[in-house]
């Protein structure tokens, strides 16, 4: 759910009884989230798999249990936050409690206010966690790649690279099991529309399997796709 003009935080409502989902829903749009409320566990599930950014979820529904909804959409749509509503206390301790999917709960009666205050901090942490997957970490067999650091290893071993380099490895092990063409290599990592001789990048590649201990006739990572580009080994 990232895009480029961020747009409103899309919540599902999952909740039954009218009374509270009726003035939930209009609380939420009056707050800035685009809101769609269903009213049992098999429209949760259908509706989750085309997107949310968080699910308010009721525990009580009338076809399946809260607690297996919450488990469902944890395989369905993981990273995606579910605050539980609860009508007791006792029952939330066991929602969070044993891992059952839900990330927070408030127990009903809810104050506005704290239930807004907790879905904020769920989309702020699961955006932050997005945030790091996206900044994170890439490996392909013994290689990793730290983005944010802009470190790279091969097993225990740091490797030492120019930013170049670097930029290259961190494309190829992003992409790792797929062909790059050189035009995209060219305007990824050198930012420039190339239609000329790509020997620049003929001798990163070159250096770069140097530094990796690979055998160009024989490579075990950065393979050469004659007359269309190169490809990480998976
Ligand atoms: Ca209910």
């Given amino acids: 759910m990232t895009d480029a003009t961020r747009r409103e935080p899309f919540v599902l409502l999952v909740e039954d009884d009218d009374g509270i989902a009726t003035p939930l829903a209009a609380a939420l749009r009056t707050h800035g989230y685009g809101v769609e409320r269903v009213a ?4 949760a599930l259908a509706r989750a798999r085309a997107g949310a950014d968080a699910v308010v979820l009721d525990l009580g529904l009338p076809d399946i249990d809260g607690v297996e909804v919450a488990r469902r959409l ?54 932050e966690a997005r945030g790091a997957e996206e900044a994170g ?24 690279l120019s930013a170049k380099e670097f930029d290259l490895l961190a494309l190829l092990v992003g992409s790792a099991g797929t062909v790059l063409t050189r035009e995209r290599i060219m305007e990824q990592v050198w930012d420039t529309n190339w239609f000329g001789s790509t020997k620049t990048l003929d001798m990163h590649v070159s250096w770069l399997r140097r530094k990796l201990g690979d055998d160009a006739s024989a490579p075990r990572y950065v393979t050469t796709v004659r007359g269309v580009g190169f490809r990480f080994e998976p």
């Fill in 40 to 43: 049992t566990g098999r429209q």
């Fill in 74 to 127: 944890r395989d369905l749509v993981p990273g995606v936050p579910v605050l539980m509503l609860t009508a007791r206390t006792t029952e939330a301790d066991v929602v969070v409690g044993l891992d059952a999917g839900a990330d927070d709960y408030v127990t009903k009666p809810f104050r506005l206010a704290e239930l807004l205050a907790r879905l904020r901090a769920l989309l702020r942490r699961a955006g």
């Fill in 137 to 160: 970490t890439l490996s392909a067999q013994d290689v990793r790649v730290d983005r944010a650091a802009r470190r790279a290893w091969r097993g225990d071993e740091e490797l030492e």
